[in-house]
């Protein structure tokens, strides 16, 4: 009898054992410092976004969240060395929806969706941007489609890559309304910026966040947005459905992923810990004076998401000539 109490003590204790070992190991993730690739140099949107992010983030999970940027061919340099990393949720990416979505339709890229795991949706619903400087001849976007018809060619716009969100976004609108600029690919919004600032192109594509303050200051003037409705951080600046183009309008989505291996554990506790700091003051007041809605979505919901926009691009990219096949 005494051998039999004490098996079944050693069993349980054996079972209470491995019971605590395994809920220490998920509590205690994370234990170090977690590195968030943002796939464009400092300064742009996504840039400037995924810094309010990792530090809200960062408080939710008791772990410092480090922005590192690996910009470079329209994001899939920094979504490449995301999917060669261990997958044990201490290398994430804080991405828009370019290299996802678009870009493995137009380029080469060693990577597919499938290698990727999504967390969460951070913003949604947000539009790119066409600016002028303050001295150009146009000061409306019906004025600016215009202008351009009667100048073909004449005027350069940069944006974040070939046949990436800005251009996409670009063409969907010009090439229905009969416009020919030239497209210029740079890094990302915050190096399109510096050249639009410097003179070297005459257009800025790209994202709300780096343009803004030099709209205040005077410096630039924002003439289109790409969605169907105005931004509400720039009421004066003509939408595609100013332009009778609502079905083509294109918006920007950000969020955060991972590499595909991703223990479902780790997982839910990102995607807990994310979507939290997607809500928190410091993040939802930045966006918001941006004109970017915060979202905060399930790992599935951003999965849906991002799975429907690549089908939809595939025959979008395809019309406009801009798909590698």
């Known amino acids: 009898m005494d051998n039999i109490i004490r098996k079944c003590l050693i069993v349980g204790l054996s079972i209470f ?12 993730f994370p234990d170090r410092p977690i590195e968030l690739i943002v796939p464009t140099p400092p300064g742009g949107g996504t840039d400037m976004t995924g810094r309010k ?6 408080e939710v999970l008791g772990q410092k969240v480090v922005v590192v940027n690996k910009p470079g061919a329209a994001g899939s340099i920094g979504m490449s060395v995301l999917t060669q990393v261990k997958p044990d949720g201490y290398t994430l990416a804080y991405v828009w929806n370019a290299p996802l979505t678009i870009v493995p ?15 969460t949706q951070v913003t949604g619903g947000t539009p790119l941007i066409f600016c002028v400087k303050p001295d150009f001849p146009a000061k409306t976007g019906q004025e600016f489609v215009d202008h351009i018809k009667a100048n073909p060619n004449k005027y350069t716009y940069g944006n974040d890559g070939i046949g990436a969100t800005v251009q996409l976004a670009g063409e969907r609108i010009f090439q229905p309304l009969g416009m020919n600029l030239r497209a210029v690919p740079f890094g990302g919004a915050g190096e399109t910026l510096k050249n639009f600032l410097g003179g070297h192109v005459d257009i ?12 205040k200051a005077g410096k630039a003037r924002c003439i289109l947005v790409t969605t169907a409705q105005r931004s509400s951080a720039l009421p004066d600046t003509s939408s595609a459905g100013d332009l009778g183009l609502s079905d083509k309008a294109t918006e920007l989505f950000r969020g955060v992923i991972g590499p595909a291996g991703l223990p479902a554990d780790r997982l839910a506790i990102l995607q807990k ?8 003051e410091v993040v939802t007041t930045y966006l918001k004076k941006r004109g ?19 089908a939809a691009n595939a025959s979008i990219l395809k019309g406009l000539g801009l798909s590698k096949n």
């Open 17 to 28: 054992s491995l019971s605590a070992i395994s809920w220490t190991a998920q509590a205690e």
């Open 53 to 58: 992010l990792a530090e809200a983030a960062g």
């Open 105 to 119: 339709h137009t380029m080469d890229v060693p990577y597919k969706t499938s290698d990727l795991i999504p967390i």
């Open 204 to 215: 800025y594509g790209g994202s709300i966040p780096p343009i803004l303050g030099h709209v």
């Open 273 to 280: 810990a994310f979507a939290k700091a997607t809500h928190a």
């Open 292 to 310: 970017e809605v915060p979202i905060g979505s399930t790992s599935d919901e951003f999965k849906k998401k991002i799975l429907s926009e690549y």
